[in-house]
T-cell receptor, first 110, second 111 residues
Framework: DTGVSQNPRHKITKRGQNVTFRCDPI?????LYWYRQTLGQGPEFLTY????????KSRLLSDRFSAERPKGSFSTLEIQRTEQGDSAMYLC????????FGQGTRLTVV | EDKVVQSPLSLVVHEGDTVTLNCSYE??????LLWYKQEKKAPTFLFML????IEKKSGRLSSILDKKELFSILNITATQTGDSAVYLC???????????FGTGTRLKVLA
């Protein structure tokens, strides 16, 4: 499968725990996005990488969220001290023209 | 503040009907508009539009952009039950890398 790959597909965690998600983009794409989607809403932008550089970060993103793309290939999104409001689908997309999404990681904070 | 508004919010049709979904936007420095289909998983890319008046087609789906009136439409002809999904519109602007999504139109096609 040469599409965008995300792991894990589902994550259930207790409030206060840290979680980390991984995204492997389409190999020739140097642009990578993280989005968050809650029920009944469109995806909400979190952050953008061009190669290994994080070029944009949403003002809505709290300090508990951090993302990396150390070698310009895969990316990780970490949420520290999770809260129930963090429960959502976390989507990664990579882009040349248009943006192609992975299957997402569904996070449930209990 | 940049915004993307889709209408209708939901739509129920019968197989064989033709539907038109709308996406209007108010953004500074428009760059591109994307359409996606979302079933019970991640959005699937349909079209990217950058120029006014040029129709993009893929099978029974087509889309066109009007940069003067600031909207796009997505047409689906001869609808099938497999077209049932949420259709999302997203707009990209110059000066930022993000795409701004609308809340989507939920389409249900009845057999």
């Amino acid at each position: 499968d040469t599409g965008v790959s995300q792991n894990p597909r589902h994550k259930i965690t207790k409030r206060g725990q840290n979680v980390t998600f991984r995204c492997d983009p389409i190999s020739e794409h140097n642009r990578l996005y993280w989005y968050r989607q809650t029920l009944g809403q469109g995806p909400e932008f979190l952050t953008y990488f061009q190669n290994e550089a994080q070029l944009e970060k949403s003002r809505l993103l709290s300090d508990r969220f951090s993302a990396e793309r150390p070698k310009g290939s895969f990316s990780t999104l970490e949420i520290q001290r999770t809260e129930q409001g963090d429960s959502a689908m976390y989507l990664c997309a990579s882009s040349d023209h248009g943006a192609f999404f992975g299957q997402g990681t569904r996070l449930t904070v209990v | 503040e940049d915004k993307v508004v889709q209408s209708p919010l939901s739509l129920v049709v019968h197989e064989g009907d033709t539907v038109t979904l709308n996406c209007s936007y108010e953004v500074t420095n428009f760059r591109s508009l994307l359409w996606y289909k979302q079933e019970k998983k991640a959005p699937t890319f349909l079209f990217m539009l950058t120029s006014s008046g040029i129709e993009k087609k893929s099978g029974r789906l087509s889309s066109i952009l009007d940069k003067k009136e600031l909207f796009s439409i997505l047409n689906i002809t001869a609808t099938q039950t497999g077209d049932s999904a949420v259709y999302l519109c997203a707009v990209g602007t110059s000066g930022t890398y993000k795409y701004i999504f609308g809340t989507g139109t939920r389409l249900k096609v009845l057999a």
